[in-house]
């Protein structure tokens, strides 16, 4: 059952765009600005509104890692902005200077694309900050734009009603005709759908448009074959143009927007109709699941944003971080992988997971050398990143499988050490645990509750090595 929980009402125009990151909500708006949000209580950010456009604002959306969030507008620029602190870090000018209506981060936010009314099209170098390639559709404005979850392809729509393929190089690599009166907007499943019959996999998209259909599309990319798009079938229940569809993070789910003040989320893989919400009192032009938590945001011309809450489906019960080690981590499914990367605030990674197989046993095997050179994640910070996230999960294995020698735990909470420290008292803590006690103006001993005469920590190397030698035999 959806339930509506929340509605913000700041814009003082139409609401254009929504798009989430996974602890934010960004929206946007003919009144030129964009708004942020937290998801924790749905106030907004003491930066917001971010104010630079000089007319109505299209678009919105995240980096992969939710540190940064461009902006399109009718002023012809593209904007990208620091989510940490509301600082704008480069205004990117379309070089027609036509109205920008679209824009998207590659999975790795390696570049950002920005589509105008022209139809031109511009792969931005999100490094550089610097225009990389650019090109332009055979046809009418281009209003829609999605990138595949491996970041080889994007797709494009425009008005005129084509659907086309580019490659990271800018390369058209296919064209078709989907819409009759236009396309409105389309997106990608991070869920793969398997060809028995002939071993392929494909990548689920959607697209909707002027003629009141939304439709499902098959993708096949492979370098032998070229690229290939299927029509898959038509979800039928809207009355007038459809002008927003999003997949959810599992690809389980799709929701539209439509010209008829309606909200439909069908389930996917039969095409029923699960809900229709029907709260907004003018057209409904955007709406967005987020990546990691049962959550629904639907935009109007009414000036609106609805926040929705749902039952999701788990991938399996009880799979929550509290509860990791009543499953081998071993024995884990790819669902329970997606599970653990969001719990982890690396759900942007789910859908490259997926397409990768990643099940448990493939999680625990991940190298740096894997996640560069077979997962392609380019980003140093990243891989990193997910390589911690991985080596705290293995520790997490063996202070569950094992029983750790007492004089390896932190006293404070009684995890075992990674950076042991010796406090005045002359007991060794976890460095950061220590550290936390301290900042919480508590100047007395731990373990004695006896006055701290020094707030000074050092360094316990022996102890820390201790540590590393008894992993490596559990490790063997």
């Not at 205004?91 to 390696?110: A, D, K, M, N, W």
């Not at 396309?183 to 990548?203: A, K, M, N, P």
Request: with cysteine; proline share 4%; aromatic share 8%.
């Amino acid at each position: 059952m959806a339930t509506l929980i929340h509605t913000l009402a700041d814009h003082s125009n139409d609401v254009n765009y929504c798009a989430f990151s996974s602890s934010c909500l960004a929206t946007c708006s003919l009144d030129k600005t964009i708004r942020v949000y937290s998801l924790n209580n749905f106030t907004e950010l003491p930066y917001s509104p971010l104010k630079g456009h000089t007319y109505a604002v299209h678009c919105c959306c995240f980096s992969p890692s939710g540190h940064v969030l461009a902006s399109c507008s009718t002023d012809g620029t593209t904007m990208v902005w620091d989510t940490r602190d509301g600082r704008m870090l480069a205004v990117l000018e379309q070089p027609s200077g036509s109205p920008v209506r679209v824009c998207r981060f590659s999975p790795e936010s390696t570049y950002l694309v920005s589509g105008a009314a022209d139809g031109s099209v511009v792969l931005w170098n999100m490094q550089s900050l610097k225009l990389y390639r650019s090109g332009n559709v055979k046809d009418g404005s281009l209003v829609a734009c999605a990138f595949s979850p491996n970041g080889n392809f994007f797709v494009t729509g425009s008005s005129c009603g084509d659907l086309t393929i580019w490659d990271d190089k800018m390369r058209c690599l296919y064209n078709e005709k989907a819409h009759d009166l236009g396309v409105t907007c389309c997106d990608i499943s991070s869920q793969l759908i398997s060809d028995g019959e002939h071993g392929f996999r494909y990548f689920q998209m959607a697209s909707c448009g002027q003629d009141n259909q939304i439709k499902l599309w098959l993708i096949l990319f492979a370098d032998f074959l070229g690229v290939e798009l299927k029509y898959k079938c038509t979800l039928n229940g809207h009355s007038a143009p459809v002008l927003a569809c999003a997949f959810s993070y599992d690809g389980q789910m799709l929701v539209s927007g439509s010209v008829d003040k309606c909200v439909i989320i069908y389930e996917t893989s039969t095409g029923n109709t699960l809900h229709t919400l029907s709260q907004h009192t003018r057209y409904v032009t955007t709406c967005a699941f987020a990546p990691c938590s049962p959550l629904l945001a639907t935009g109007s011309m009414d000036k609106t944003v609805n926040i929705w809450q749902f039952d999701l489906k788990q991938p399996r019960a009880g799979n929550t971080v509290e509860n990791e080690s009543k499953v081998a981590v071993e024995d884990w499914s790819e669902d329970d992988v997606s599970a653990w990367l969001c719990a982890q605030d690396l759900a942007d990674f789910v859908g490259l997971f997926k397409m990768n197989n990643i099940d448990g046993k493939e999680l625990l095997n991940l190298t740096k050398e894997s996640l560069t050179n077979e997962l392609k994640i380019e980003s140093l910070g990243l891989r990193s990143k997910v390589l911690q996230k991985i080596e705290e999960l293995r520790m997490k294995m063996i202070s569950v499988s094992v029983t750790i020698p007492d004089e390896f735990l932190c006293p404070i909470t009684r995890e075992l050490m990674k950076d042991p420290v010796i406090a005045a008292d002359g007991y060794s803590y976890e460095k950061e645990a220590m550290e936390n006690w301290i900042r919480n103006k508590r100047q007395s001993s731990p373990m004695t509750n006896l006055p701290l005469h020094s707030l000074m920590l050092t360094p316990n190397r022996t102890l820390k090595m201790a540590i590393s030698r008894w992993l490596e035999t559990q490790q063997k």
